[in-house]
C-alpha cells in the first residue's frame, strides 16, 4: 500500500512538472516572433512620417485628425517668410490645417467622453504647445511591442544601419589602402561613430526586429574592428 502510495506521489509530481514545461514552451512560443515570418527590405522610414502614421495607429481618426492638424497649424505659424513664394506655401498651409481648434476640442471631448485616449490626446497638445518636436510621449508608449508601425520604423533603421556601416567599412579599407590622409581617415571615423550612437540607441528596441535582422544587430555589437575604427560621439 505505501509503494503504491508513494508510485502515485511520484506520477503526479512528474505530471505536474511536465504541465509546466509545456505551458512555459506554449507561452514562449506565443511571445517570439517566427524564424519563418516573411522577411521583408523596407526603405528609411522619416521620423516625421513614423510620427504621423502612429499617431493614426494609436488614436481614433477623430482625436489623429485634430492632432495633426494642431501640430501642422503650430508649424506653419512659426515659419519666415523669406520670400513670395514661401509666404504663398505658408499661406495655403495655414488655410489647410488652422480650424476652430476650441471648437472642434470641445465636439471631440463629447464624443470621446468616455474614451480613455482624450486625457492622452490633451497631453499630446500640451507637448505641441510647449514646442515638443516629435518626441511626444504617445509615440513610443507600447510595452508589449505590437504597434506595426514602431516595428516596420524600428526593422527600417536597423536595416539601414547595417547597409551604411558595411559601406563605411568598405570605404574605410579602401583609404587605409591608399594611404589617405588623416583627415579623411578621421571624416569616416566620425561618420562610423554616428552609426554607433544610432546603433546604441536601437539597442533596447531589439525583440521588434526580424530574427534575420537581430541577428546581423547583435553581430555589429560584437563587431571589434567596427568599434575600433567608429569615433566616440
Known amino acids: 500500500m505505501k509503494n503504491f502510495l508513494a508510485i502515485k506521489k511520484v506520477s503526479i509530481l512528474i505530471l505536474i512538472v511536465a504541465l509546466v514545461v509545456v505551458g512555459f ?56 517668410a523669406y520670400n513670395e513664394e514661401r509666404a504663398n506655401d505658408i499661406s495655403q498651409g495655414v488655410a489647410s490645417s488652422c480650424i476652430d481648434f476650441e471648437l472642434e476640442e470641445k465636439a471631440i471631448e463629447k464624443k470621446y467622453t468616455n474614451d480613455p485616449k482624450l486625457r492622452e490626446m490633451k497631453v499630446t497638445k500640451e507637448e505641441i504647445d510647449s514646442g515638443e518636436s516629435m518626441n511626444y510621449s504617445f509615440v513610443w508608449n507600447d510595452p508589449k511591442k505590437e504597434s506595426k508601425v514602431l516595428n516596420k520604423y524600428t526593422e527600417a533603421e536597423a536595416q539601414w544601419i547595417l547597409k551604411t556601416v558595411q559601406e563605411q567599412m568598405q570605404e574605410f ?40 535582422t537581430r541577428k546581423e544587430i547583435e553581430a555589429l555589437r560584437n563587431n571589434k574592428e567596427f568599434f575600433q575604427r567608429a569615433s566616440d560621439i
Not at 492638424?69 to 505659424?77: D, E, I, V
Open 25 to 80: 514552451y506554449l507561452f514562449k512560443k506565443s511571445t517570439e516572433i517566427k524564424d519563418d515570418s516573411p522577411y521583408v527590405q523596407y526603405e528609411f522610414m522619416e521620423r516625421g512620417e513614423m510620427v504621423y502614421q502612429r499617431l493614426y495607429e494609436y488614436f481614433p481618426e477623430g482625436m489623429a485628425d485634430f492632432l495633426d492638424s494642431y501640430r501642422n497649424c503650430q508649424h506653419w505659424g512659426g515659419e519666415e
Open 173 to 212: 579599407d579602401v583609404a587605409l589602402k591608399n594611404k589617405a590622409d588623416s583627415q579623411k581617415m578621421a571624416d569616416i571615423r566620425f561618420r562610423l561613430g554616428v552609426q554607433k550612437s544610432y546603433l546604441n540607441s536601437l539597442i533596447p528596441e531589439i525583440d521588434r526586429l526580424h530574427p534575420i
